[in-house]
């Protein structure tokens, strides 16, 4: 994974450097959450000392003054990203001239992969192979597709005799759908998987994906798009619905949050390495929050914990991953002290000092940015697991 995020940043520090003083233009939404009113901005990111500066295109003014903004970088500017200004959370709609369109268009090219049913307890593996080849997640959501489902997203193959092989096995326990974004995307993710055969990749690609996650020619680990047309359909067929395959129990599970900053710092897969080592993972979603739902969401720790508004920052500073995890064995058995303990201290300091092994430990910065969020009591983990994978907190 930090490999993969690395050579993205490299083909990015390397446009950085033909271009010095460069400054990109970008279109931004943010909804207003008390007025409910949608403001539309010019973004410009100035790659020379990292500043940025807002246009408010309504009042035909300047909004924000160029201002250094070491948070923002510029391989988080892409179509469909959200960044977070201050206390504003923005959306990237559109890039906002011609000359951003044409040196940031061929960088960001989006794809879809799918982990498919006999891969998913590697999905932490995949991961890191995926972000340390350069690639960026925009979008992940685990999906149970029913048969019928199986025969619409591989409808293109339908008369070709694996046709009924490969929507029973699609159709036969979860995947996990993924939106890439890279420089030229497609191709790179089709040569990261390897040839269709597992057999054939082991001998011709043995560190690509299906030669090392692979078994035959339908599990083959993963999927994906054939053209950008495909990419396209496809991407909407898993992220335009939001109930769209839902897997989640809501019963007998508890809530993990990977926090945003860990999200950024390229540790998502190992994290969810990890995790998958010692718990089973029902359901899992790329979300993000507003301030707002955010404060909503912590809501218990109001008054309680003197960090409450820096957590409620850092949650809702950009995208985050959120699992419903159950026990391993035993799906009767309420996982949330165990989870709770293979977290670790809240403080990764102390969980350091004391849990040298816990997910705090070893990928916690300090009590704010301590990599993961847990369900504290057992009886708050499907009311948890619920607000998220229901969607309680959109509104």
């Not at 972000?131 to 293109?156: D, H, P």
């Not at 898993?238 to 926090?259: D, R, V």
Request: aromatic share 10%; net charge neutral.
């Amino acid at each position: 994974m930090v490999q993969f995020l690395s050579q993205h940043r490299c083909c990015l520090q390397g446009l950085e450097s033909r271009n010095d003083g460069a400054r990109y233009a970008f279109i931004v939404r943010w909804h207003d959450p008390m007025t409910e009113i949608v403001w539309k901005y010019q973004f410009f990111y100035h790659t020379f000392d990292k500043s940025i500066e807002m246009f408010d295109i309504k009042n035909h003014k300047m909004f924000l003054r160029r201002v250094a903004y070491p948070a923002i970088s510029l391989e988080q500017l892409f179509i469909g990203s959200t960044i977070l200004v201050y206390t504003r959370q923005l959306l990237i709609e559109d890039y906002g001239d011609d000359f951003t369109r044409k040196h940031l268009r061929g960088l960001q090219e989006t794809t879809l992969a799918m982990i498919k049913p006999d891969a998913i307890q590697h999905t932490g593996k995949i991961l890191e192979c995926i972000t340390s080849s350069g690639f960026i997640v925009k979008n992940m959501r685990m999906c149970q597709l029913n048969i019928t489902q199986a025969e619409t997203f591989y409808q293109c193959h339908k008369g070709k005799p694996f046709f009924s092989c490969l929507t029973q096995f699609i159709a036969s326990g979860p995947v996990v759908a993924i939106e890439l974004v890279a420089e030229n995307a497609l191709c790179r993710w089709r040569l990261l998987l390897g040839p269709t055969s597992s057999e054939v990749a082991r001998m011709k690609a043995p560190s690509s994906i299906r030669a090392q996650f692979g078994t035959d020619c339908t599990m083959n680990a993963c999927h994906g798009s054939d053209s950008h047309e495909s990419a396209r359909l496809e991407t909407l067929f898993f992220f335009t619905c939001t109930n769209m395959g839902m897997c989640a129990k809501f019963i007998n599970s508890t809530l993990c949050i990977i926090k945003p900053h860990a999200v950024m710092g390229g540790c998502v897969g190992a994290i969810l390495d990890r995790i998958l080592q010692k718990f089973k993972v029902t359901a899992l979603e790329m979300c993000n929050f507003s301030r707002v739902t955010a404060a909503e969401f912590l809501e218990v720790y109001r008054g309680i914990c003197p960090d409450f508004y820096a957590m409620t920052h850092e949650l809702a500073s950009g995208d985050f991953l959120a699992l419903e995890v159950a026990d391993l064995c035993d799906p009767g058995v309420c996982p949330v002290n165990a989870f709770r303990e293979f977290c670790g201290p809240s403080d990764p300091c102390m969980a350091r000092a004391l849990r040298p092994h816990t997910l705090r430990a070893e990928f916690g910065i300090n009590k704010v940015k301590n990599a993961v969020h847990c369900t504290d009591i057992p009886e708050d983990g499907e009311i948890e697991v619920q607000h998220i994978f229901k969607h309680l907190w959109v509104y």
